[in-house]
């Protein structure tokens, strides 16, 4: 048996940790599944917050973002043009005809799990609604494109292919991660392919697959004035899905089902 590099071992974890992990998946699932049940048409994005927040705690959980380098809020909330990282607040209306991003990080028990989905609010333009299909398509082949002792460039690989056929751009300045002992960490889960292979993908490694799929340019900006909020360069459309992934002997298996 080899022995693997300090840089691989830390990344591999227990069986004690994995059923950590699992069970902060299931709590994550079931936050976004409460959330689903309730969003709708002129709710406020900090309403979303509570509806996180709320349910986490009652749960037994902490929401990781609450704190994270400063972020004042419990999820993230991201409407249309915004990529990723949008602040809950009580004057943002959910209109119709909006797509949302809402991104929750559940601690349980000291484990970590990420996880993001899309609504649909109200009645959605096909344009839109096509866009947030191909994203999650993009993140469901991305995951069917990881192996075993694969390499993170497998699955940027497909997920560029398929995003670039369906005329969309892949965001380049954020990207999946190692999660599951803390909230960030190796791989670096590049979703855009540049022909880099990237970390391996070893059993025993958790991580993210999130791509930011954009309908115009992949460039973004980040909001002067409250320095989170990711947004398209164009102002055009964007939209994530993400899921938090155990590497196995067998492939790749969902922790936030
Ligand atoms: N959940 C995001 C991710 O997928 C990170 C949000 S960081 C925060 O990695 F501080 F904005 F919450
Ligand atoms: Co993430
Ligand atoms: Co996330």
Known sequence: MLRLSKKYQRLIRTSEEIAGIRKAGALNTAVLDHVAEHIREGMTTEEIDRLVASFTEQHGGICAPLGYEGFPKHCCTSINEVVCHGIPSPDEFLLDGDIINVDVTTILDGYYADASR???????????????????????????????NGFVGDQAKAITQHAHKNGYTVVRDLCG????????????MDHYYSGRKGMQLLPGMVFTIEPMINMGTYDCFIDEEDGWTVVSEDELPSAQWEHTFLMTENGLEIITH
């Open 118 to 148: 899309m609504f649909l609010i109200g009645n959605v333009r096909p344009e839109l609604r096509r866009l947030v299909q191909v994203a999650r398509e993009c993140m469901e082949l991305g995951a069917a494109a990881c192996r075993p």
């Open 177 to 188: 991660h190692g999660v599951g002992v803390n909230f960030h960490d190796d791989p670096e």
